[in-house]
């Protein structure tokens, strides 16, 4: 059986810190508008965790939130100081997105497939080996 895993993270300038324990359900490369927008690259890398799971160590309230109004559950968390990318609750799916590069410890899986593969950019990576999905990955 399976140990769960400890996530530790934190944010660039190290104001925010934060633990989560739990297994990640999914890990993805999303390549859609808004997560170029909000990465400032090709994709965001996120992990999927049970929405439980997190404990802020420090500074969250130096964690600020932006939603897109007309996205039905996009926002984009980060941190004030510095603007680092901090993990984000979405409640309609009832799991925070732990965004790999937060992380200061290595994740036990790989990412599992890219999503929203049609909306890439042109200049973005190549799919590796990895699946590929136009858009969401219809769970089972």
Request: hydrophobic letters at 35%; a neutral charge; proline letters at 5%.
């Amino acid at each position: 059986m399976m140990s769960t895993m400890t996530y530790q993270g934190s944010c660039l300038c190290g104001a925010v810190k934060f633990e989560i324990k739990g297994d990640a359900s999914r890990f993805y490369h999303c390549h859609c508008q808004r997560c170029r927008k909000a990465t400032g690259t090709g994709h965001a890398t996120n992990l999927f965790i049970k929405a439980d799971a997190i404990h802020w160590l420090q500074g969250e309230g130096q964690v600020a939130r932006y939603k897109v109004p007309e996205a039905e559950r996009f926002t984009n968390s980060f941190c004030t100081q510095c603007g680092s990318r901090m993990p984000r609750h979405v409640p309609e799916l009832q799991v925070v997105m732990l965004p790999a590069g937060s992380l200061d410890n290595t994740p036990d899986i790989l990412p599992q497939a890219h999503i929203f593969w049609d909306s890439r950019a042109d200049w973005s990576c190549s799919a590796g080996d990895i699946p590929c999905y136009a858009e969401y990955v219809t769970e089972k």
